[in-house]
Nanobody
């Protein structure tokens, strides 16, 4: 019954901002990390960011560092991806996902590979026009 619902995508002009939401249910929200990936047509699924709601520490890919931020509202079981200074290259379907490994047992680098996540939302389309 694990569910992840991604929302908030849309059409935005280059330089603009969007905030994506990932509403989680069916598991103990604070026990796992919640990550964001994006996939553009013809490209691999690219890791963007991950957060552990238990401590709120953000991990952000170099490709979007300085423009994107991730944060959680634990009372709402929701993780947000704030995207600023959007570029045409940001156009992609954006997915949120739950980590396989509980935060309490996580070690090493931030999970940035698809196999490190076991449940995925349906995705939300972000289109940046130039």
């Amino acid at each position: 019954e694990v569910q992840l619902q991604a929302s908030g995508g849309g059409l935005v002009q280059a330089g603009g901002s969007l905030r994506l939401s990932c509403a989680a249910s069916g598991f103990t929200f604070v026990d796992y990390g919640i990550g964001w990936f994006r996939q553009a047509p013809g490209k691999k699924r690219e890791w963007i960011s991950v957060i552990n709601p238990s401590d709120g520490i953000p991990y952000i890919a170099d490709s979007v560092k300085g423009r994107f931020a991730i944060f959680s509202d634990n009372a709402k079981n929701t993780v947000y991806l704030q995207m600023n200074s959007l570029k045409s290259d940001d156009t992609a379907v954006h997915f949120c996902a739950k980590t396989v490994v509980p935060t309490a047992r996580a070690m090493g680098p931030a999970p940035a590979l698809t196999y490190e996540y076991d449940f995925w939302g349906q995705g939300t389309q972000v289109t940046v026009s130039s």
